[in-house]
């Protein structure tokens, strides 16, 4: 379906999506479609264990966790989460809309998929790396190097709601990476990550090659 269409035909109120820093992007990709929507950062085991049972319905839009057949609008890249043929018609048959893709990241399907209706400029920047921590591409060099983008992927966290929807409201806005990093809470919770990677220096340092 175009995604004029699909933004038409959908009235999602809620978002649910994974909380690491691809559903966040991904997140932020849907928040700019349906701006008045809620968002939920969850966890694939809440979602298998129905945890939002009671929450979700034709007007929730799942990203990047495992698929469940109750809601309007599912997006996401993991095979593990495909939902088979006999589920996707199902789906479809019942109103609901999927797009699930062979791709690097969940971010990356909700990007492509609304690029040609709304400015995404400010996510553009960091699409690359979205996919590359996502993919699993990346490299040692980039595991280790001072980039502002893998620093903040390294903060998002569903365990604590509300900064990582202060993040998502930051990008949706329109703030860069570099803006939101240099923000002082952004800042305390990547210099507690640097420590922790001083730890993890040492250990590959002296036990990798």
Known sequence: MPPRNLVDSLDIRLIIADGDFDGLVAAAVLKTAWPEASVIFSHPSEIRSGGFEELINSKTAICDLPFHPNCGLYIDHHATNKPTEEQEKTFIDNGGHIHWCEADSAAR????????????????????????????RI????????????????????????????????????????????NSKVTEKINNKKEEMKEIRTILNSKSR
């Open 109 to 136: 399907v909700a990007y492509d998929l609304f690029l040609p209706l709304f400015d995404l400029s400010a996510l553009t920047p960091i699409m690359y790396m979205v996919d590359r921590l996502d993919g699993g």
């Open 139 to 182: 490299s040692k060099d980039e595991f280790l190097s001072d980039d502002a983008t893998i620093w903040l992927a390294r903060t998002i966290t569903s365990s604590d709601q509300e900064y990582t929807t202060n993040i998502l409201n930051k990008l949706v806005n329109g703030e860069s990476v570099l803006d939101i990093v240099n």
